[in-house]
């Protein structure tokens, strides 16, 4: 009995170092990477990644549950501005992140995982909105759709600390205020006042 429990725990550190590795090659290299080289930076034999792994886009499954996972237990810790700006960070310093939110290129399907991070950014959002931090009119879509375009933007840009919190100024002041009625532009004629006809 006890040498079972012993190979199931060197199974589970075995998959875990293989998630680990792949994370930092996929990071560094997209989903072009290799197997063999997450293999040999786990310090484990290709054979075993495939027993855990049998292609490469189960293990990128597995990677980006893992991150989901994590994310979502980061919400746990956060109100919606502060989330808003570790996730930001973390886009800036770790490409990973970015793939997870704006996909890989490659077809994986992670319903339930994703189901679990919009929950989870949800129940920030309807934090922020009973507290007055957020405008009553902002919804989840949208508040998604700002999350994964600034982790975009903070990697491709470039974006060092001083225009991550810049950036992320503008954004929660927008969140914070329901957008005003279109101004009339000077000029422009007031529309016709419309009277009944009966």
Known sequence: ????????????????????????????????????????????????VFRHFPTKDDLLAAIMKRLLAQL??????????????HMVAQAAAKKTVVDLLAGSGVDIRLPDAVGHLEEAVGLLLEQAR?????????????TMALLASLCQGALHGGWDQQLQARTLA?????????????RRQAGTPEPPIRTSTT
Do not use: C, W, Y
């Open 1 to 48: 009995m006890v040498e079972g429990s012993s190979l199931r725990a060197d199974a589970q550190r075995n998959r875990a170092r293989i998630l680990d590795a792949a994370e930092a090659v996929f990071a560094e290299f997209g989903s072009r990477a290799s197997t063999e080289e997450v293999a040999r930076r786990a310090g484990v034999a290709i054979g075993t």
């Open 72 to 85: 979502v237990e980061e919400a746990g810790k956060h109100d919606l501005f502060a989330f808003f700006t």
């Open 170 to 182: 503008v954004i929660f002041t927008g969140l914070k205020h329901d957008r005003p009625a279109p």
């Open 130 to 142: 009973a507290a007055g931090a957020v405008a009553d009119s902002v919804r989840l879509p949208e």
